[in-house]
């Protein structure tokens, strides 16, 4: 076969390289080349990926700009900003001076927040796809938000009690939409860029996105924006947990931001089945000490032996140090500044997951059958929060006080609520099943993704829709 390129660009945020990186290794593993694309600040965590990864796949980084922290939403808008303007002209470099050395890119693949990506492969007359790594049901809500309910969100969000049922979604709260479509947003960038997402969507004559989720998770989610057709290819997660072939596929990337000990695997090893809490708030957020404060009170109540993800600062202080139980919560635990999270999961001791319910930690607790207790903060958590608790049924949401901080108290009885409720862990283990069914040997998003490499391999122009499946 013609060796066939595909240039993969992906936002250098962990929760975005994760799915982009397991597609990609499932495209390469294929038998396509595929040049990993990213800023170096989100290449530099991936630095052991690089020895793990199969032949095919490449890594490249362009220079982003970014410094140190980002202090103020200010930053974070700016960066955006800059992101797009490096980013585009390192997109173009790479796809001039791959066709330049006779080995031109056939596809180009790319995530959220990046638009412009697809905007330029058109421009140099490549095919592109749009890979979304959210849920479809946070599609469906920024689709809706933006076509036709804007003004009766905008009007309503901010009473409590309001909710509103749009298509193809149960019905949702105020608590229940993403921070980014309520006026307390302060990330300005971020619904004019799914704006630019749908109207490069809308040009195309036979729109479609890869979508990391799967066929029986959101039956009704994924089909109800009519004119894009949304093709599950999840859960995107390291191969080891979902088909066993290659079970050196374990982790997403190394360490990533912070070696931690591998003696959690051991530690893990020592509890009994289904006895562990597992806490991690994802690879950005930073509670508030007070709300870190009230957790630890927490876990010291319920008395269970529980694994917590504490990242340090960016100067390499640990927040535990701040703690003023700490001696009595390490006697119960272990805290550890980075894990490989999906093991984690995996493992028989876990009992269940206190979770930010960021996407990918959201489906690696579904692929691993782990009942949730969900405390969202910002962009798609909370909804991913809702989805848990009232459609899948795997979890509980922590409700906070008039302050805003979730009190030890609430946190003990919902990890209660999750360790003994059958049904949640009966609801888990079923959707286990599933979705290692979809991500199986004839499961729907491992033929979804084989009409991709179809398309592919056929030259498959931008607007034709997918091929019937080929055998690889
Ligand atoms: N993760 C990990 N180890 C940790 C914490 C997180 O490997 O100690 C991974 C986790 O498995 C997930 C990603 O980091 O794949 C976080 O993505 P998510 O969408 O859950 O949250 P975000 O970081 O984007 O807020």
Request: glycine content about 8%; some cysteine; proline content about 6%.
């Amino acid at each position: 076969m013609e060796e066939l390129r595909v240039l993969l660009v992906t936002f250098p945020g962990q929760g975005h390289i994760n799915p982009s990186l397991q597609l990609a290794k499932r495209l390469a593993a294929a038998g396509l080349k595929v040049t990993f694309l990213t800023a170096s600040s989100g290449l530099t965590r991936m630095s052991k990926a690089t020895t793990a990864t199969p032949p095919g796949l490449t890594f490249a980084g362009f220079s982003d700009g970014a410094t140190a922290s980002f202090k103020t939403a200010d930053d974070v808008n700016d960066y955006m900003v800059e992101l797009r303007r490096l980013g585009s002209r390192a997109v173009e470099d790479m796809i001039a001076s791959a066709a330049a050395n006779g080995q031109p890119f056939v596809h180009v693949v790319y995530t959220i927040l990046l638009p412009w990506v697809g905007q330029i492969a058109r421009d140099l007359n490549i095919p592109s796809t749009f890979l979304w790594i959210q849920p479809a049901a946070l599609f469906g809500v920024y689709y809706h938000y933006l076509n036709g309910y804007g003004d009766a969100i905008r009007e309503n969000v901010v009473d409590p009690s309001w909710s509103i049922h749009l298509p193809g979604l149960p019905q949702l709260h105020s608590r229940d939409l993403p921070s980014v479509i309520k006026p307390s947003n302060v990330y300005d960038f971020a619904v004019p860029l799914v704006q630019e997402h749908l109207d490069f969507l809308a040009s195309e004559k036979n729109p479609k996105i890869l979508i990391n989720t799967f066929d029986t998770l959101e039956p009704e989610a994924l089909k109800v924006v009519e004119n894009i057709n949304l093709v599950t290819v999840g859960p995107l997660i390291p191969s080891a947990f979902l088909d066993g072939k290659d079970p050196s596929d374990t982790s997403f990337g190394g360490d990533l931001f912070q070696k931690s000990a591998d003696h959690y695997i051991e530690w893990l090893n020592s509890k009994p089945k289904e006895s562990v809490v597992y806490l991690s708030f994802g690879s950005l957020l930073v509670l508030s000490n007070r709300q870190t404060e009230e957790i630890a009170r927490g876990l010291i109540q319920s008395r269970r032996p529980f694994l917590w993800v504490m990242r340090r600062t960016e100067n390499g202080e640990k927040q535990e140090d701040k703690l003023s139980c700490k001696e009595e919560l390490e006697e119960l635990g272990m805290i550890v500044p980075w894990c490989s999270q999906v093991e984690v999961l995996q493992h028989p001791s876990l009992g269940c997951f206190v979770s930010h319910c960021g996407w990918n930690s959201s489906l690696e607790s579904l692929v691993s059958g782990v009942p949730v207790v969900g405390f969202p903060q910002w962009s798609d958590q909370a909804t991913n929060a809702k989805l848990i608790e009232d459609v899948w049924k795997t979890g509980i949401r922590l409700t906070e006080n008039e302050e805003g901080i979730v009190e030890g108290g609430e946190i003990k009885r919902c990890i209660e609520m999750a360790m003994e409720g059958e049904e949640m862990r009966r609801n888990a283990k079923k959707w286990k099943d599933l979705a290692l069914e979809a991500a199986g040997e004839g499961g729907s998003s491992t033929v979804n993704l084989r009409a991709f490499l179809g398309e592919i391999e056929a030259g498959g122009e931008p607007d034709e829709p997918f091929l019937s499946p080929l055998t690889l």
